[in-house]
């Protein structure tokens, strides 16, 4: 089935065995025999958009599959005519469309899954680095993208009606930040989400948001990687009206996340609301206890200015866990 897109029922994810190394060989493997001419390079790949690429080398290339391991990469094909574009993906010595890396035959993969094996980590960096990072983000409004995850990373796949449709990851309390430092996050953090465009407005983003809420459930205080895009925003705020119990856990962060670096996020939509309804900054005086109430981070400073987030989302191109890219930086996880 070389050169062919499959179409069989089994999908990648139901069907890669647990062996990165061995992959690694079969591609580089497949990659030598078509540079040296023994694979036909009249072959060619029909896409479901009905155009037909030709499998050549210089339209394949090695991605890499974690930001934390870069001898660790995936053979991909690109779009001749826009080279940043990935249309199939090679995985059991055939190519499979990047719609079909996503799908599923098996009806249990349903709802929020922890990403364990290794074609459950393909279908995380299709995701994230195909899908967010190039497909579906468009330049004018979606004002981030993610760096691939690194290996080990905690994440959830969120599955729906045979395909992945979402994910979001965490860093966990006591793991490392990656920044060279040593220092490890002092509270879980959800770092990065997302929903596919077809499947938004539907609840996803706020059940990964709930999901992530209560699997810390005994945890005080829980954070939100910094920066926040604007619809994660409207998530936090529709999140939080309806559920009160939660205003006072729910902190966006920097790194490692120690005091000085958290704002309440509850206390930033009501800044943000006072300020849109009576066009002024207001200063609240809150108490820690209070929860029903947004108040500010940080115990010891003065009154929280609340666009303290905005700056970092909008004056630094990648933040101090540099996962989170704005669309003027043009690195992708592939060329
Ligand atoms: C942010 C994101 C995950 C939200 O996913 P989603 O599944 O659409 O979220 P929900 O359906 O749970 O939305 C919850 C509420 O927020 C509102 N909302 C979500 N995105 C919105 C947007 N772009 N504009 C206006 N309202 C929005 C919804 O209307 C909904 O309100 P409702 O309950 O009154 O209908 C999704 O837009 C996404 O993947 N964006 C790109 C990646 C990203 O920005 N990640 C966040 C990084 S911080």
């Known amino acids: 089935m070389k050169g062919k897109i499959m179409l069989s029922e089994a999908y990648p994810v139901d069907i890669l065995e647990d062996d990165p190394e061995g992959y690694q ?3 580089q493997t497949y990659y030598e025999l078509l540079r040296e001419g023994a694979q036909t390079s009249t072959e060619v790949i029909s896409l479901s958009t009905g155009e037909q690429v030709r499998l050549e080398t210089s ?4 991605c890499t599959l974690y930001r934390d391991e870069p001898q660790h990469k995936i053979l991909v094909l690109v779009n001749p005519q826009d080279t ?3 249309v199939a993906v090679y995985l059991k010595e055939s190519w499979w469309s990047v719609e079909h890396v996503l799908r599923t035959s098996d009806p249990t993969r349903q709802g929020l ?4 094996s290794f074609g ?3 279908v995380l960096f299709v995701l994230n680095t195909i899908v967010f990072g190039r497909l579906e983000r468009r ?3 979606d004002d981030m993208f993610f760096l691939p995850h690194p290996a080990k990373e905690q994440a959830k796949v969120l599955w729906r009606d045979g395909a992945a449709v979402g994910f979001y990851s965490i860093k966990m309390k006591g793991s490392l930040c990656g920044d060279g430092t040593g220092a490890c996050y ?4 959800f770092d990065t989400v997302f929903v596919r465009r077809k499947n938004r407005c539907q609840g996803l983003g706020t059940a990964m948001l709930r999901d992530f809420c209560d699997t810390f459930h005994g945890d005080e205080a829980l954070g939100i990687s910094c920066p926040i895009s604007p619809a994660m925003y409207k998530v936090l705020r529709q999140f939080l009206l309806t559920c009160p119990g939660e205003r006072g856990r729910l902190w966006e962060v920097d790194p490692p996340g ?3 670096q958290r704002v309440n996020i509850w206390l930033k939509v009501y800044l943000r609301e006072r300020t849109r309804q009576d066009g002024s900054t207001v200063h609240p005086k809150c108490s820690e206890e209070d929860t029903d109430t947004p108040r500010q981070t940080s115990q010891d400073d003065g009154p929280t200015h609340f666009n303290q987030g905005e700056s970092h989302r909008n004056g630094s191109l990648e933040n101090q866990r540099g996962h989170r890219m704005t669309n003027n930086v043009s690195k992708l996880g592939y060329p």
Do not use: N
């Open 25 to 27: 060989v079969a591609a």
């Open 59 to 62: 339209s394949l290339c090695f």
């Open 84 to 86: 940043k574009t990935v």
């Open 113 to 116: 899954m922890k990403v364990q």
């Open 120 to 122: 459950e980590r393909i």
């Open 139 to 141: 330049l004018d409004s």
């Open 186 to 189: 002092l509270l879980p953090v």
């Open 258 to 260: 120690a005091w000085g």
